[in-house]
Nanobody, 126 residues
């Protein structure tokens, strides 16, 4: 079975940092493009970041550029999303997803990705 499991969500203060993890089982992440998405109450699911299978290209939503970083640890079969300088508007349910072609689209849209994790809640509050 192909499975992605997110972890690392929780409560963070504005200006603080949080690192999300996306661990894969049943397949090797090295062959996939990995995307991070989020969905806040009342909003559409939106792309946050994407990394291609060769770690050659990374894409970020304009709202998180310079603050969020996507990375991959092949030995652990895990992808991370480091989130710094958190803002209240960054609160959302965060998901990771994978797609076999192995490259990221210019616009990170959910329909491109076929395998999804269950998500993890990120709350930003003082």
């Amino acid at each position: 079975q192909l499975q992605l499991v997110e972890s690392g969500g929780g409560l963070v203060q504005p200006g603080g940092s949080l690192r999300l993890s996306c661990a894969a089982s049943g397949f090797t992440l090295d062959g996939y493009a990995i995307g991070w998405f989020r969905q806040a109450p009342g909003k559409e699911r939106e792309g946050v970041s994407c990394m291609d299978k060769d770690n050659e290209i990374t894409n970020y939503a304009d709202a998180v550029k310079g603050r969020f970083t996507i990375s991959r640890d092949s030995a652990k079969n895990t992808v991370y999303l480091q989130m710094n300088s958190m803002k209240y508007e960054n609160r959302a349910f965060y998901y990771c997803a994978a797609e076999t072609p192995g490259f990221c689209p210019l616009a990170v849209y959910p329909e491109y990705f076929g395998s999804w994790g269950q998500g993890t809640q990120v709350t930003v509050s003082s």
